[in-house]
Each structure stands twice: as structure tokens, then as C-alpha cells.
């Protein structure tokens, strides 16, 4: 059952969930889209970059686009704003092939736990940073994130 309460309509127009790898084919499926065309109108490339318990590592992911962002490309460092799926009447116009943090997360009966964590993981293998290259028809970079980084600091 889809929920609009307000911890879930908030989650939803706070920042778009992550896909865990192969969701978001089931996404496109159901809007009837191979999954290249799914990530040119819908899709963005967020990552996480963080101690992985044996090195720094920095991980792509795959999250529904936000509204005023372009999508099929990079999104900037911390990205926050409404998932473009969230329809007026605040429902998720992909409800049944939601993100994993979506169904995980931002479900008002959920407890909590380190969902961004174990997305993480599910992305770090050279098999799903292909998949991430080959939509984006380029390396993915984290060159927003340094630039974040360097502005906080005072650094041009």
C-alpha cells in the first residue's frame, strides 16, 4: 500500500532514495523504457564517497532525478530537492519499482538502519560501475564534490 503520510511525502521531497543495482530496469520496464532512454528522462548519478573498512573508496549509484536538475548526468555534490516522481497528489509514480532506500527508508513503519550503507556496497563491483559508465557514455567523476569541498574551504 502506497503511504502519503507526511515522514513519507518529506523523505520523498527531501531527496530521491538510492537504487540498489537492477531496480531501476524494473523502473523502466514499468514506464515501458529500455533502460537508456529511463536514465536520459529520469534517472541521475549520485555517489558516495567514505572508508569502506579497508580503504577510501568512492562508489556511483543510480537515484530518480530531482525536480530542477538535468537528468542523465552527474548531480552535484549533496544533491536535496523533490524526487521527480513524486506526483502533485504525493504519490510515487513508480510505486511498485521503487528505489530499495525508498521502500526501506522513507516507509513510515520502517525502523532505522544503515540503508545508504548497504547500497553502498551493492554497487561497489566493477560490474555496476560499468553499468554506470556506459549510461553516462563516460567515466562518472566526483569533481562537484571536490569543488564543494574547495569552496568550503575558501580555495579556488
Known sequence: MECKCKKCV?????APGWFKPGEAEKAAELLGLSMKAFFKRHLIVDYWCGDNKTDWVTVFVLKPNIVGYKPGDMCPANPMGRCSFLTSE???AIHTAKPFECKEVMACQKQ???FHAEVQDAWNNKGAQAQITSLLGREPTTANLMEMLRSMRGER
Open 10 to 14: 518529506d523523505g520523498c521531497s527531501f
Open 112 to 114: 532505522e538502519h544503515n
Open 90 to 92: 504525493n504519490l510515487c
